[in-house]
Every structure is written in structure tokens, then in C-alpha cells.
């Protein structure tokens, strides 16, 4: 299985970003997805999730109504489209994977950076 994510890089305050994560080696509508963050010196929160059909989607409030989560299950693909940025979005990003009823993610992307800069 494998979690190839892309499209982190740096930007200014207020700009924008699109991540994208593509899956393989697994069915992936038989999983959720999310993003997660971890920034220097603070623990890996969770950014955003989404149910394997899309039908579900879950924003921590640090990023409500600026970060949208998407996902194709023909391409096999979850994008986090980022607006607004801060400088507190400064983090690496992950995407994962969580089987249906597994209480945690089973499989992560290798990160992909995010500098946001005043």
C-alpha cells in the first residue's frame, strides 16, 4: 500500500493551496481519509476527514470554512484545497487511511510541507 502525497510548497498569507494524495495497493473505497498536520515542536492533529463515499466530511476548527476536503474514488485520489492560509498552517501535511470499522489509520503518506509566510 502506498500514500503518495503532493502539492505542498510555499505560499503567503492569504493564498491558496491544493494537496493531493493518491492510493494504491488497496481498494480505496473501502477507506476513510484524512489529512493531518504536525507542525515543529507540536503533535500530529487531525485537519480533515472524509467518509469513503464522500457522504461525511469532518474540519477541526482551526480550519473550518477555509479547508476542503475531496476525494475520487475513480482516480483513486483525496485533495485538501486550502484558502485563506496563515502563517499557523505552517506544517507538514499527511494523508491516511482508515479501513471501515478500524478505530485507527492503518496506512500513511510520507508528508508533503506547507510554509506559510507573512
Known amino acids: 500500500v502506498q500514500l503518495q502525497a503532493s502539492g505542498g510548497g510555499s505560499v503567503q498569507v492569504g493564498g491558496s493551496l491544493r494537496l493531493s494524495c493518491t492510493a494504491s495497493?488497496?481498494?480505496?473505497?473501502?477507506?476513510?481519509m484524512g489529512w493531518f498536520r504536525q507542525a515543529p515542536g507540536k503533535e500530529r492533529e487531525l485537519v480533515a476527514r472524509i467518509s469513503w463515499n464522500g457522504d461525511s466530511t469532518y474540519y477541526a476548527d482551526s480550519v473550518k470554512d477555509r479547508f476542503a476536503i475531496s476525494r475520487d474514488n475513480a482516480k483513486n485520489t483525496v485533495d485538501l484545497q486550502m484558502n485563506s492560509l496563515k502563517p499557523e498552517d505552517t506544517a507538514v501535511y499527511y494523508c491516511?487511511?482508515?479501513?471501515?470499522?478500524?478505530?485507527?489509520?492503518?496506512?500513511w503518506g510520507q508528508g508533503t510541507q506547507v510554509t506559510v509566510s507573512s
Open positions: 491516511a487511511g482508515k479501513a471501515g470499522g478500524s478505530v485507527r489509520y492503518n496506512y
Open positions: 495497493g488497496l481498494t480505496f473505497d473501502d477507506y476513510g
